[in-house]
């Protein structure tokens, strides 16, 4: 069974650093495109980092600040998070993507959707 699975998630304070990881099983993780995404109170899905023809493309309001990263020998995809701010407080969420002929970092094109961990950026 395909499955995403993220962890990492918590309570930290502006400024802080949290790195998150996507566990993959039930597919071969390397030939696929992992990317983050979040979820705000109140706002749409948006995309965070994707690897996107095997290099990452970031939103611009973490770019700087957020690196993602993969290793393929663990299944796993990391995303680590400096420099955190309020703003930053949302659902993250990974998923594979779906739509092969797109490289934008969107959630429409991506699928598998784990559960998501909770990211809160609080004093």
């Known amino acids: 069974q395909l499955r995403l699975v993220e962890s990492g998630g918590g309570l930290v304070q502006p400024g802080g650093s949290l790195r998150l990881s996507c566990a993959g099983s039930?597919?071969?993780?390397?030939?696929?495109?992992i990317g983050w995404f979040r979820r705000a109170p109140g706002k749409e899905r948006e995309g965070v980092a994707c690897?996107?023809?095997?290099?990452?493309n970031y939103a611009d309001s973490v770019k700087g600040r957020f690196t993602i990263s993969r290793d393929n020998g663990k299944n796993t995809v990391y995303l680590q998070m400096n420099s955190l701010k309020p703003e930053d407080t949302a659902v993250y969420y990974c998923?594979?993507?779906?739509?092969?002929?797109?490289?934008?970092?969107?959630?429409?094109?991506?699928?598998?959707w784990g559960q998501g961990t909770q990211v809160t950026v609080s004093s």
């Open positions: 039930g597919f071969t993780f390397g030939s696929y495109d």
């Open positions: 690897m996107t023809i095997g290099s990452p």
């Open positions: 998923a594979k993507r779906t739509s092969l002929d797109q490289t934008t970092c969107v959630p429409s094109y991506f699928g598998s």
